[in-house]
């Protein structure tokens, strides 16, 4: 029986794919997989018995990566699942940030016990007119899959797009609209747009990109959005440019101490994959591949090892293995095979920086002494025998 533990609620649609050969677990205790969204995993102990995570969603700050890899936990992401729900609240927080929406709904609650508001309201309303998106200049940062979907939208709504990402994937160039100009550097997008709205990871190379420098470039009254995580703005720059001018609005998902008390400021509780069709989405494609990498050893969409697959698992024996990308290890690894009369039939390797992926499929079952033997060997991390 496998034992799945899940760190957060995650939709029935993924849930109820597991069939009698799982179990949902307590607790991570001797649990071969974790399921999670947004709860963090950095000052968590895990077990020896822990073999795959599952991220059901795209950003993967809140997982000790690299820590994993050593361990030969393999961490899974689900690209894309849920960028369409993202990208609609995108478009919503462009219009959060031309018209005081926020403000005049507030009036009316603020004024519900007046018995003439329609009256009123039509004197009052002035205070929360805004502008149109049409015709504005937007900039996207990041040209992923929520980037993409954004841009093509705000054209769509008559915007003028300009996108910038230095490692634009060929699906995603495809994708994008003609219509999408795209620059060379994220200055080129801080010059020009009225609007700017991030969509890239939280690395340390992208951590506190939105600063002052960035901000100096900018437009006076610029608008930000960030849908992607509250560590790519400066917070202390992002509080002087709102009190200057220099931002007329900030719209972000990721709610902090200082983002909270900044006037100008429109937070919302990290709501953007919060739909039931992400949710579902994410559910099912983190599922899929947690099964698909416990039965059949096969890994798609990892964030720590290469993508690596031999099918449905038909032979006798399968052998996984996580290992270090160092010279030498498959051919030491085969030769044991030789060695031991293991007879190959299928196999296949992938690297991935630091690390690497080797699978095997043999003609028939191998003793436990063998597999000692594999994991004795110099540059081995985990085997697994399926
Ligand atoms: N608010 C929410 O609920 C959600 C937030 N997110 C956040 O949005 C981020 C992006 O999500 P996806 O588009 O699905 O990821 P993605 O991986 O498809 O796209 C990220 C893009 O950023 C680009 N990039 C990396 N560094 C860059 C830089 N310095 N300048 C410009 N581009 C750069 C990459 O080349 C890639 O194309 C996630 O990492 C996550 O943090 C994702 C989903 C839901
Ligand atoms: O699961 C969630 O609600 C968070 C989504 C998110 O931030 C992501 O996918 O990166």
């Known amino acids: 029986m496998k034992s799945v533990y899940c760190l957060n609620p995650i939709s029935n649609a993924g849930m109820s794919r597991f069939d009698d050969t799982y179990c949902i677990a307590d607790s ?16 968590m102990t895990l077990p020896d018995s822990l073999l795959a995570i599952g991220r059901a969603g795209a950003g993967v700050n809140n997982i000790p990566l690299d820590s994993c890899a050593k361990k030969g936990i393999v961490v899974f992401n689900t690209p894309g699942a849920n960028a369409n729900g993202v990208k609609e609240l995108v478009i919503a927080g462009l219009m959060l940030a031309s018209r005081d929406i926020a403000g005049g709904c507030h009036w009316v ?93 939280a690395l340390d190379s992208t951590k506190g990109m939105l600063n002052k420098r960035a901000f100096d470039q900018m437009k006076d009254g610029v608008k930000i959005l960030n849908f992607a995580r509250d560590i790519l703005v400066n917070d202390a720059d992002m509080a002087d440019a709102l009190a200057s001018g220099k931002v007329s609005r900030y719209v972000t998902d990721f709610p902090n ?14 709501l953007g994959a919060s739909t039931e069709e992400s949710e579902e989405n994410c559910a099912v ?87 000692k033997k594999l994991e004795a060997m110099e540059n081995i991390i985990r085997i697994r025998i399926l």
Not at 32 to 41: F, N, P, T, W
Not at 308 to 317: F, M, T
């Open 109 to 201: 609650r603020e004024n519900k016990d007046d018995p003439n508001i329609a009256k009123t309201a039509e004197k009052a309303k002035k205070a929360f007119a805004g502008n149109e998106i049409k015709g504005k200049k937007l900039g996207v940062i990041g040209l992923g899959a929520i980037g993409v979907l954004v841009a093509n939208a705000a054209s769509e709504l008559g915007m003028e797009v300009f996108g910038c990402d230095p490692y634009l994937s060929i699906q995603n160039a495809v994708r994008l609209s003609h219509h999408i100009t795209i620059v060379k550097d994220n200055d080129e997008i801080y010059n020009q747009c009225d609007y700017i709205t991030i969509h890239v990871p």
């Open 28 to 43: 991570i205790e001797n649990a071969d997989a974790v399921l999670l969204r947004s709860a963090s995993m950095h000052e």
């Open 257 to 270: 101490p200082a983002v909270v008390n900044m006037p100008g400021a429109l937070v919302l509780p990290h």
């Open 285 to 371: 494609m983190a599922v899929n591949q947690i099964m698909d990498y416990l039965e059949n050893g096969n890994i798609e969409n990892s964030v720590n090892y290469p993508s690596c697959s031999l099918g449905y698992r038909k032979k006798a024996s399968r052998i996984c293995v996580c290992h270090y990308n160092r010279p030498n290890v498959i051919s030491q690894l085969t030769s044991l095979f030789g060695e031991a009369g293991v007879n190959i039939s299928d196999m296949v390797s992938k690297s991935r920086g630091e690390y690497a992926y080797a699978m095997f499929d043999v003609e028939a079952p191998v003793s436990d002494e063998f597999e």
